[in-house]
Structure formats: C-alpha cells, structure tokens
C-alpha cells in the first residue's frame, strides 16, 4: 500500500536520449514536488505542483519539464540528457504547502 | 536565502550508545522535519517538529524555534540506525524543503 511510489527506481541511458520518471501519490495531497540528490548527497527542489499548477521553478534547465496530469500524479521528463543529470530523483507530497512532506523511493538516473 | 547547518557531519557509535544531533537554521521558518536515509537510499520521516519536543519509540526531537535550532535524540542506538540523517525547513510560500547536508551515522555492532 504505497504512498508515494516512483518508476522506474533505475534508469541507466545515454547522453542525448529523452527520458521520463512517473510519480504517484495515494495520499489524497495537493501538493507534489521533484528533488534532486546529488553525488554528495545534498538534496534540493527542482519543482512544485499544487492542484496541477506549476509553484515553484528553481532555475531548473529547461531541457527538464514536469507534468502534472491529474493532483495525483507528476511525472518528469528530460530530454537531451547529460552526463551531469545522473542523481538520484525523489518525487515528494505533501497536504497543502508547508505541511509535512512524503518522499517516494526515489530514481537513480544514470547517464553514461 | 536561508542556510541549514548540521552537526557533526559524521558520527561513529557503539550500539547501545545515545548520540544527539543538532540542526541550525539562519532565518524563521514555517515547518521543520527531520528525515533517515537509510542504506538502501530511502528517506524515512522521522519527526515534523516546526516547535516544541516530539518523542517516537527510541527517538525524540525538540525544536527551539526563537533560538534557530532543532535537534534529534538518538538513545540507545541500533545498527539499523545507521544512514544520514537529513533535517529540511521550509520558510516561505509554495512548501520547498531546504535541506541541511546531513549528518552520517554508522553505528558497530
């Protein structure tokens, strides 16, 4: 009974392919969100959605572009992937903004 | 914007041993949480503590909201214990989590 789930959980490709990550979340929740986990671990937001409007950007590359088609549901396709994009992908939920936040598995992108 | 410190950044424990974590962050904010990533990459939340002393199980959290700072009680640790310990704020509109750089515990058996 997952609460917020991911797929694929790894995804190994090339550079230049086109790739996307699908989230869900069963929790009834408004708000979704894309982190990025870095080599050294360091985590940060890339996107927010509430109610399938996009909220927050953070300077994100515009080869990156989520889509939210229904609050729950946000998926996030990259295209022209590069070296640079292999991290590991967490997709978040939460009730409104600023309640508590709960992560997917997350997805480990690795570009070769 | 605002920064989240952590420290230590790396702790080693025999099990049984207590450990306290500590989370300091430069601005007010409007929610804290404290989340366990465990070995196998997955982050576990563990408390949402924007003020006040929270307690589940073996772990408790307390944060000082008027002071800038959070921190979390691990008491009689386990090995499955073991992983990064990550405490995010968020602090304006639209529910973004900063995050701190974690702190990584390994406790031996």
């Known amino acids: 009974d997952t609460a917020v789930s991911q797929t694929p959980k790894y995804l190994v490709t090339q550079m230049g392919n086109d790739k996307s990550i699908k989230c869900e979340q069963n929790l009834g929740h408004d708000t979704m969100y894309w982190y990025k986990q870095d080599s050294k671990k360091f985590l940060k937001i890339m996107f927010s959605?509430?109610?399938?409007?996009?909220?927050i950007n953070e300077t994100v590359p515009n080869r990156f572009s989520p889509k939210s088609p229904d609050k729950a549901h946000l998926n996030l396709h990259i295209n022209s992937l590069e070296l640079g994009d292999s991290a590991v992908y967490f997709c978040?939920?939460?009730?409104?903004?600023?309640?508590?936040?709960?992560f997917g598995p997350g997805t480990r992108l690795t570009v070769t | 914007g605002i920064q989240v410190e952590q420290s230590p950044p790396d702790l080693i424990l025999q099990e049984g041993a207590n450990s306290t974590l500590r989370c300091n962050f430069s601005d007010s904010v409007n929610n804290l949480q404290w989340f366990h990533q465990n070995p196998w990459g997955q982050l576990i939340n563990l408390f949402y503590?924007?003020?006040g002393t929270k307690q589940n199980g073996r772990l408790s959290a307390t944060t000082v909201a008027t002071e800038r700072y959070s921190l979390l009680y691990i008491s009689s640790s386990q090995t499955t214990d073991s992983g990064v310990y990550f405490c995010?704020?968020?602090?304006?509109?639209?529910?973004?989590?900063?995050f701190g750089q974690g702190t990584e515990l390994s406790v031996k058996p």
């Open positions: 978040a939920s939460s009730q409104v903004e600023a309640y508590e936040q709960y």
């Open positions: 503590i924007p003020s």
């Open positions: 995010a704020v968020n602090y304006n509109q639209g529910g973004k989590l900063i």
């Open positions: 959605y509430n109610n399938k409007e996009l909220i």
